[in-house]
């Protein structure tokens, strides 16, 4: 009964996005209130039934409903009920719900908080989200529906996939989904500008903080994925360029020249024909994410059983929206004039080729995920490309970037001199290489210029962030105190310091974790002694360990320095009791200066068994970065503004 | 009026500047990082240097994995049912890596014709097959490889 429930949910959502998706618009071209007015109801009645279909899914999953053949494949009554929850966004399906939920979610969100919102765009808003709804919702119906029941139900389900069964995948999905789908509420700003013809300061102001918090969301879950991969699969790194997490890196990229012109936008009334062009890039590629992922197109770990039905439906899908949303955009783009100028030597510029660079990376990006594509289109010898690749295009690319981050702060709006930025940077551009010189040599004794490189780059951003926020207070007349001005700088300025800052932290956890790493792979015997990094490992032996629904062989291994005892990791080889798979659990323990990583590998004689051992400097700096940034996009989004906007808004209405 | 088409063509210019440093960036590690994939038989007649990377897709073939005396070197043969190539391998193989499991392995050919391999993968699906060395085994005529991998491994 519940299942159907959750199907009949399903069905409702659909026919409310129908309404969702006409009668706004067209009260909005005939300026009809009440058909406006059916936007924001039919948004909060389709969140509602979706919210409903994925309770029952979830509820299927708790009480181990087997019947239900979604259920019966990713479940198991041994399963733990966190896992069994988090299994429902652990297969196609069930994922595809969440992304539709994702979206009824953020549509949602814009009818409660965007109530003053000029009506009409408002309408147009919601108009075009129901629009995308409709797609996702008929997809799922038609060739993933969750509720699919099993006749005769299973008596015990297949058990979750169990490299799925880690903490980090419970969140990471559902952060990721929340910011690809968050990017279609930028989307649906910018094709309603071009619906309307308009775009006002209203708009902008109004679009920035969706597109700042879609940002965020994507920023967490990508940080999410990379750190579930450094702890699941066992092979110490925590980016591999492998196709899926490119598919979400990519509209990250345009996410990031997105929010930025955004501010020029907003700050100078310019750069609006880009910015709507961005609006669209970055959703059509968070749309050409779920098309990797979801067809089976590349391989990656992350592929889904591919089906070519799915494929093609997406394939169809992604060709409707960005080829008329691009359609759309030639017809009426050339309406948004810009009102403001700037000189060669001007934030505005600077920002420019900040945007510039994001996509051209993404771009090179792009060309290296499909490239694999073409070869088989065109039937020319297999290849690959792997992480040589993309090492050898972004880092190139990236240090230019770094530079501007650091300049484009301090720069002035409309007009600048270099004579006056190279004095106001110079004592820390100074200071930057210094310290990229001395800090690995203080810290390891040795440098490289890559990593001297790195270091200052990171210095440079961060230094000239917090430069570019002490500025503004400098510049506060004399009966200000110093407190006061401190609260006077606005929060985007907060949110940029708090980003770049975090880029800072994030660029020293790559540049110390690429330089300095070490590792050691190495039949041991009990008792026997590895040393790595200074750290002795010692297997002290390897015992048989029980879990809610595995068997494995846990090693004990203890960790010393200089003779000190540090630690005792457990790392464990484990057989899933229903898919018999063996799995490497490792061992790691997180300092914040340098992760101990231990695995597991085969037993080669009675006591002795392979294992391998990882000495990762500075890795969690990498995710504290992200965290940092993600930090500094809130920050951003809440600045007074917005809410002082939104306020007097509502007074007057 | 002047300042707007000074504005523009600075747009234009960066714009340019930027697409044309990318397709160079592109075109140029392309050339030098892509890597190819044969299977058993192809490398036979394959122009395969010492000193290329390349990977090299197939099954493992059954009773082939051999462990060295140092414990963590592995030897096994790699098939595409048509031709064989001696693979090495040192350090902890993949957790599904087993006979008869399809796997992809990169590394260099050494002179004796022995493939030592920097890497090997093996993905976490008992049913799953590299869709190159699933081509591959389909150019080398066996039966549909999905179903070979299947009976090897039960």
Redesign the interface.
Known sequence: MIPEIGHFALVMALCLAIAQASIPLIGASTNNANWMAVGRSTAIGQFLFLLLAFVCLAYSFVVNDFSVLYVANNSNTELPIYYRISAVWGAHEGSLLLWVLALAGWGFAVAIFSRSLPQDLLARVLSVMGMISIGFLLFTLATSNPFDRLFPAALQGRDLNPLLQDPGLVIHPPMLYMGYVGFSVAFAFAIAALISGEMDSAWVRWSRPWANLAWVFLTIGIALGSWWAYQELGWGGWWFWDPVENASFMPWLAGTALIHSLAVTEKRSTFKSWTILLSIIVFSLSLLGTFLVRSGVLVSVHSFASDPARGVYILGFLALVVGGSLTLYAWRAMRFSSTSQYEIVSKETMLLVNNVLLIVAMLTILIGTLYPLFEDALGMPKSSVGPPYFDAVFVPLMLPLIFMMAVGPVAKWRRDKLKELFSRLKIFAILAVVVGGVLPLAIYGNNTMMTAIGIAAAAWVMLSSIYAVVRLVAKRDAQTALLKAYAKVPKAMYGMLLAHFGMGIFIIGVVFTSSFSDQAEQAVKVGEKLTVAGYDFTLEGVAPAKGPNYDAMRGSVRVEKNEQLLTTLLPEKRIYNVQRNAMTEASIHTGVFADLYVALGEPITLDEWGLRVYYRPFIQWIWLGCLLMALGGIVGALDQRYRAQRKTKSVNA | MA??RK?RM??VI??IS??A??TA??L???Q??????YSPSQLSSADVTEEQLF?LGGLVVEGSVV?LP???TTQFGLTDTKGQVQVQY????P??FREGQGIVAQGKLNADGLFVAQEVLA????NYM???VA?ALKEAGGQHPVSISKTMVE
């Open positions: 300042t707007k504005q600075i747009f960066i714009l930027g697409f440093a990318a960036l592109a140029f590690a392309f030098k990082n892509l890597l190819y994939f990977r462990r140092d414990g963590i040192t350090g902890l193989l957790d599904l993905k976490h699906d008992e590299p869709p190159e081509e």
